[in-house]
């Protein structure tokens, strides 16, 4: 698949997940109708990624707590969002399917959401398995989030007032190996082709 014809699909699935989170969000109150976004846009130096920890204790959509130790043996793709984010996000879980269809190595996309006040793990879950069978979506307390997010050197805001509900928040892809480590981070725009190509070139070892 070349990239125009990545772009076109990776458009297609986002705009469609958007209506549904718009038609989700329809019985929302005045108060909380808005969601606004705003990603980092400058990916960590190569000294902040030095300090990158692959380590989380989250909530999967069936309850149980689950950790980074247990997908040791695929490669994993995680971003942080939230599920009422009408741009952004739906762009990057997008993404992040296309990679895991492009290549054939046994990998798993983690959307976690950072609007732990909204966002519950069967929620958060159900939106990120919309994009793929191979995509799951992790939530938990603002405790847990916040500690996972500090490893991965991601910041998140949220800021409610009478007038909206501002959810902010880094949106990078973190792409990480089959024995838990870091091997690079990602524009959530990228090619899928290169984020897959990268996954290709740190293979398990036999």
């Known amino acids: 698949m070349n990239g125009t014809k990545v772009v076109i699909c990776v458009a ?15 019985d929302t109150s005045a108060g909380d109708a ?4 705003h990603p980092a ?9 030095g300090d990158i920890v692959v380590d989380f204790a989250l909530v999967d959509g069936a309850g149980a707590t689950v950790t980074d130790e247990d997908f040791r043996g695929r490669h994993v793709l995680l971003g942080f969002g939230f599920t009422r984010c009408t741009d952004v996000c739906p762009l990057m879980a997008a993404n992040m399917a296309m990679t895991i269809r492009a290549t ?4 798993v996309g983690i959307f976690v959401s950072v609007d732990t006040e909204r966002d519950d793990p069967a929620r958060t879950n159900a939106y990120a398995s919309a994009f793929s069978e191979q995509m799951i979506g992790l939530a938990g307390t603002h405790e847990q989030v916040a500690a996972a997010a500090r ?16 959810v902010q ?12 480590e870091l091997i690079d981070v990602f524009a959530l725009n990228s090619n899928p082709n290169v ?3 990268a996954m290709n070139r740190h293979e398990p070892a036999p």
């Open 12 to 26: 297609i699935v986002a705009a469609a997940v958007t209506r549904v989170a718009m038609t989700q969000d329809a």
């Open 34 to 37: 808005e969601h606004h976004h």
């Open 41 to 49: 846009s400058a990916l960590p130096s190569s000294d902040v990624l």
């Open 104 to 107: 054939d190595n046994d990998a």
């Open 151 to 166: 490893n991965f050197k991601v910041s998140f805001a949220v800021t409610k007032t009478q007038s909206g509900y501002t």
């Open 169 to 180: 928040h880094t949106s990078h892809l973190f792409l990480v190996d089959p024995e838990g």
């Open 195 to 197: 984020i897959a190509a």
